[in-house]
């Protein structure tokens, strides 16, 4: 789960997670991720910060969305949907091409190969992610703001690997676990 320390200063404040435990039966989340999702919540609003949430259109992140605005705003803010986040996402080139892949290959096999530089077909390459996402944060975060954007593991993975801020890898034990990501601080 994000650092609550990583939250407490900076001007406008980016915070990048993996939607909650995802029920493998169905497109929701478990009770578990509910669960945590809820305790996330209550640990965001500690923070005594304005929260915006930006969910990918993927049912477990809108789920996870819902959730943490439930608790943090009470219901009173509308989360915004964003096809960057997902479906396709900012690292999607051809949205075909990359079916295509993710009907063959776990979405973690696809990440270690898109970092040796294949799969260009399908795939955005770093610096085209980099500077996309960093427009998208720029043009959708506020000053005095938390704001998280929930999506899915491929698109955290890919984002904070972009940034130079996280570089996961495909392992099991080393994945984006659930709730969890990067922090990015604008200044400006």
């Not at 969305?65 to 608790?71: F, H, K, S």
């Amino acid at each position: 789960m994000i650092n609550l320390n990583d939250l407490s200063d900076g001007n406008r404040i980016c915070v990048f997670i993996r939607h909650g435990e995802k029920n493998l039966n169905d497109f929701g989340l478990t009770d578990n991720g509910i669960q945590d999702t809820i305790t996330l919540a209550n640990l965001l609003c500690t923070l005594k910060k304005t929260i915006e949430i930006y969910s990918s259109p993927e049912e477990r992140c809108v789920k996870t969305a819902t959730l943490i605005n439930n608790v943090v705003n009470g219901n009173n803010q509308k989360i915004i949907i964003s096809d960057v986040l997902g479906k396709p996402g900012i690292q999607v080139k051809d949205d075909i091409e990359y079916t295509k892949l993710t009907n063959v290959m776990k979405c973690r096999d696809i990440y270690k190969e898109w970092k040796e530089g294949l799969h260009e077909e399908a795939m955005n390459n770093p610096k085209d992610i980099r500077d996309k996402i960093l427009t998208f944060f720029e043009d959708t975060s506020k000053k005095d703001t938390l704001t998280l954007y929930i999506s899915q593991s491929g698109t955290v993975a890919c984002t904070g690997y972009s940034l130079g801020l996280v570089d996961y890898k495909a392992d099991d034990e080393d994945w984006v676990n659930y709730l969890d990501g990067y922090v990015l601080k604008l200044w400006q």
